[in-house]
């Protein structure tokens, strides 16, 4: 079923930001702000990007929230902030996406992307983007943070390994009590 590969994908999102956020938090403020070269400078500039994209796609889907003007933006220039806004964005998205059906996933979504290109295209053609994107970003901001924290200080967002999680965790809220 189409739709449970957005929801596993939607949980997956959730699953990883968490644990980027998390190890994010271990940085100290210069290192956060530090550009490393990166496409969008530093883990506090890509942090930003992929919460910019997040909200201009559901905004796309959706008609409704926020669509910064620049892919750039920098929302929240502390980490706090930014981090309870990306944890606000990860529910709406899989609040969103719980409640697709194949007839949505089917439907066509026309939208403006940000050089001013009209485009019409399948919402689940645009939901494989919109997580591959998200994991893209995701891969840089982890190699900035393997920078600062080294290889076992940066956390493993696999998807293989969240799949690993939930069915551990699966088995062990279906194993009987003694």
């Not at 979504?109 to 919109?130: C, E, K, P």
């Amino acid at each position: 079923m189409p739709q449970t590969r957005y929801r596993t994908f939607a949980g997956y999102n959730r699953w990883a930001n968490l644990r980027l956020y998390e190890f994010a938090s271990h940085l100290s403020p210069d290192q956060y702000k530090a550009d490393r070269g990166a496409f969008f400078h530093s883990v506090h500039g890509t942090l930003n990007h992929l919460l910019v994209a997040d909200r201009i796609w559901m905004r796309r889907f959706t008609g409704t929230g926020d669509a910064p003007p620049r892919l750039d933006t920098i929302l929240f220039n502390e980490f706090a902030a930014l981090s309870a806004a990306r944890e606000a964005e990860d529910e709406r998205i899989g609040d969103f996406i719980e409640h697709l059906d194949e007839g949505a996933l089917a439907g066509e979504v026309h939208y403006v992307n940000s050089s001013g290109n009209t485009f019409a295209q399948r919402l689940d053609s645009l939901l494989d983007h919109f997580f591959n994107h998200q994991t893209h970003h995701r891969g840089q901001a982890h190699a900035l943070l393997t920078h600062f924290l080294g290889n076992g200080g940066a956390p493993s967002l696999d998807l293989v390994t969240f799949q690993r999680a939930m069915t551990a965790f699966s088995g062990a809220a279906n194993t009987p009590k003694s």
